[in-house]
């Protein structure tokens, strides 16, 4: 059989359950929804505990399992991820925090904890006067991600990850960065000298005396937490022998997918947000169809729609999604082995994530139809594919794609 390429689509936060609002049914339901049921009867459906039954999956979790990995092994928090988001890929052993641009007085007390929402281009001028450091023998590299955040990652021997927060994560005095284990003595001293070091720095820095005389509170400290070991992880391509890559538009799911050594493309109007570009999503994933054996497509519009709340909004998402569905039809032809799913179900009364399972439909040439319907909560679950985890999808997909290896003779 000849080799297909594999095509995971995730529409992140897609699954719910009932709402009210909708006469009792989900906005999968009440959407209007042509080329996700043509998947639905021309495929395989079934409903996923993405990491297992009744856990709440973060997305990044769900992304490690869907791409075939075991979230438990390879998870080490969110801080390597979120560098990896920004493009700050660590090596095995590199220990990285998430950090808040804030505000404090001169007694080190928060008095914002995002410095009035500061954002590029002037978090990006304030940590290049924290470039080239070295604390006892340790790289510090600091990065600007989005809005008030940034990234620390801290490169040398004898590092560990197991440090509590300096970020008091309220408006009070910030806190020491404590070993929690012995062997962490070394990199609590580091981070709260690279914190003394950020205040001295930033108080003075020309762009928050330009903020103080606009009447904006100054960035004057960097607030490590969420501190994060780089996992030894086995690169999916080596893994699974397929050059995979993945087009997604919010950073956390890039940093995954960097930190799994897969290729991250950037689309022009992918903004991982309610006005992403679907059909400029589609067309690069059609695209990579034809040079690379595997992609993962994250949109994340739904997810958002479902943390404001607002059952609507994601019933228009979800049709939007489904249009952009139909254009990946029409162009992928025939050897195509294609999965869509979501990462996670966000129910719109929750406006959180919860540990439902969520649907799946697997689509190929020579499949055996199940007799589903429409691809929604209630029709997969009667489907053929019963109820996996999310770790088992991809190896589904890779027989279904001909590049399964033979158990016993
Ligand atoms: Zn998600
Ligand atoms: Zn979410």
Same mark, same amino acid.
């Given at each position: 059989?000849?080799?297909? /390429?594999?095509?995971?689509?995730?529409?992140?936060?897609? @699954?719910?359950?009932?709402?009210?609002?909708?006469?009792?049914?989900?906005?999968?339901?009440?959407?209007?929804?042509?080329?996700?049921?043509?998947?639905?009867?021309?495929?395989?459906?079934?409903?996923?505990?993405?990491?297992?039954?009744?856990?709440?999956?973060?997305?990044?979790?769900?992304?490690?399992?869907?791409?075939?990995?075991?979230?438990?092994?390879?998870?080490?928090?969110?801080?390597?991820?979120?560098?990896?988001?920004?493009?700050?890929?660590? +090596?095995?052993?590199?220990?990285?925090?998430?950090? /808040?641009?804030?505000?404090?007085?001169?007694?080190?007390?928060?008095?914002?904890?995002?410095?009035?929402?500061?954002?590029?281009?002037?978090?990006?001028?304030?940590?290049?006067?924290?470039?080239?450091?070295?604390?006892?023998?340790?790289?510090?590299?600091?990065?600007?991600?989005?809005?008030?955040?940034?990234?620390?990652?801290?490169?040398?021997?004898?590092?560990?990850?197991?440090?509590?927060?300096?970020?008091?994560?309220?408006?009070?005095?910030?806190?020491?960065?404590?070993?929690?284990?012995?062997?962490?003595?070394?990199?609590?001293?580091?981070?709260?000298?690279?914190?003394?070091?950020?205040?001295?720095?930033?108080?003075?820095?020309?762009?928050?005396?330009?903020?103080?005389?606009?009447?904006?509170?100054? &960035?004057?400290?960097?607030?490590?937490?969420?501190?994060?070991?780089?996992?030894?992880?086995?690169?999916?391509?080596?893994?699974?022998?397929?050059?995979?890559?993945?087009?997604? @538009?919010?950073?956390?799911?890039?940093?995954?997918?960097?930190?799994?050594?897969?290729?991250?493309?950037?689309?022009?109007?992918?903004?991982?947000?309610?006005?992403?570009?679907?059909?400029?999503?589609?067309?690069?994933?059609?695209?990579?169809?034809?040079?690379?054996?595997?992609?993962?497509?994250?949109?994340?519009?739904?997810?958002?729609?479902?943390?404001?709340?607002?059952?609507?909004? +994601?019933?228009?998402?979800?049709?939007?999604?489904?249009?952009?569905?139909?254009?990946?039809?029409?162009?992928?032809?025939?050897?195509?082995?294609?999965?869509?799913?979501?990462?996670?179900?966000?129910?719109?009364?929750?406006?959180?994530?919860?540990?439902?399972?969520?649907?799946?439909?697997?689509?190929?040439?020579?499949?055996?139809?199940?007799?589903?319907?429409?691809?929604?909560?209630?029709?997969? &679950?009667?489907?053929?594919?019963?109820?996996?985890?999310?770790?088992?999808?991809?190896?589904?997909?890779?027989?279904?794609?001909?590049?399964?290896?033979?158990?016993?003779?």
């Amino acid at each position: 059989m000849k080799k297909r /390429n594999i095509l995971i689509v995730v529409m992140d936060g897609l @699954g719910d359950r009932a709402v009210a609002q909708l006469g009792g049914m989900t906005p999968l339901q009440a959407a209007s929804t042509p080329n996700l049921d043509w998947f639905a009867r021309n495929g395989a459906t079934g409903i996923v505990d993405v990491i297992s039954p009744g856990v709440r999956p973060g997305s990044d979790t769900s992304h490690l399992a869907i791409l075939g990995y075991d979230p438990y092994e390879v998870y080490t928090g969110r801080g390597p991820f979120e560098a990896a988001g920004v493009g700050l890929v660590g +090596k095995k052993g590199d220990v990285a925090f998430r950090c /808040n641009f804030a505000t404090v007085d001169a007694n080190m007390v928060v008095t914002d904890r995002r410095a009035g929402r500061i954002k590029e281009p002037d978090t990006g001028e304030l940590v290049s006067v924290l470039r080239d450091i070295r604390i006892q023998g340790v790289e510090v590299i600091v990065k600007e991600a989005t809005e008030h955040r940034a990234v620390l990652l801290l490169r040398g021997d004898g590092l560990s990850a197991a440090v509590s927060d300096v970020d008091p994560h309220d408006e009070t005095k910030i806190h020491e960065c404590r070993p929690l284990r012995p062997e962490a003595t070394k990199t609590a001293e580091i981070v709260n000298d690279f914190v003394r070091r950020s205040y001295d720095s930033l108080n003075r820095h020309p762009v928050n005396r330009r903020r103080e005389q606009s009447g904006l509170p100054p &960035a004057n400290i960097l607030l490590p937490r969420g501190a994060g070991i780089f996992p030894d992880i086995v690169p999916f391509n080596e893994r699974n022998g397929m050059r995979g890559a993945v087009v997604a @538009g919010v950073s956390l799911i890039k940093g995954i997918a960097r930190v799994c050594g897969l290729e991250v493309v950037e689309v022009k109007g992918a903004t991982g947000g309610l006005d992403t570009d679907v059909n400029a999503k589609a067309d690069a994933v059609l695209k990579l169809l034809r040079e690379r054996d595997f992609v993962l497509l994250n949109v994340k519009a739904t997810d958002i729609a479902s943390h404001d709340g607002d059952a609507s909004k +994601k019933v228009k998402v979800i049709e939007r999604l489904d249009g952009m569905m139909g254009r990946i039809r029409e162009g992928m032809g025939g050897d195509v082995v294609v999965a869509i799913m979501a990462d996670h179900c966000t129910p719109i009364e929750l406006k959180d994530h919860s540990g439902d399972p969520v649907p799946l439909v697997v689509c190929c040439e020579g499949m055996v139809k199940d007799g589903g319907v429409a691809f929604d909560e209630a029709s997969c &679950a009667k489907g053929g594919l019963g109820r996996i985890r999310g770790k088992d999808v991809l190896p589904i997909l890779i027989d279904k794609a001909g590049r399964s290896e033979k158990f016993g003779a």
